[in-house]
């Protein structure tokens, strides 16, 4: 039985499709313009992906100067997004914590710019 939180099984192919890459974050700044307290960031993918904006929800954990030499991983096919005045190009992916506040996934080892999840 599946619930609502958990989808069911999908094909490999499918998950193929969803392009997650690993990123420096070169630029960080708070979004005060934002709905809910978020930080927009500037990620280097490097290669042919290049620089590409997102804007993530992760206050309560991070502040943008800590954040910059950070790589993070992000889903980069996902089409732009605009988010009030900022247009957010890339998924910063992360996991919520038992309150439900966003902490960054990212390699546990320095890796190059571009790698793709798999």
């Known amino acids: 039985m599946q619930s609502a939180d958990r989808p069911g099984p999908i094909a490999f192919d499918d998950f193929m499709k969803v392009d997650v ?60 997004r605009q988010i009030g005045k900022f247009m957010s190009e890339v998924l910063t992916l992360g996991v919520p914590d038992e309150a439900g506040e966003v902490v960054l996934i990212g390699p546990g080892h320095e890796v190059p710019e571009g790698g793709r999840l798999f």
């Open 21 to 80: 890459r690993v990123g420096r974050i070169v630029e960080a700044a708070p979004f005060p313009e934002a709905r809910k307290p978020a930080i927009k960031l500037v990620i280097d993918f490097g290669g042919d992906i290049g620089r590409k904006k997102s804007s993530a929800q992760i206050t309560k954990y991070y502040q943008p100067e800590a954040l910059v030499g950070r790589q993070v991983l992000a889903v980069v096919n996902f089409p732009p």
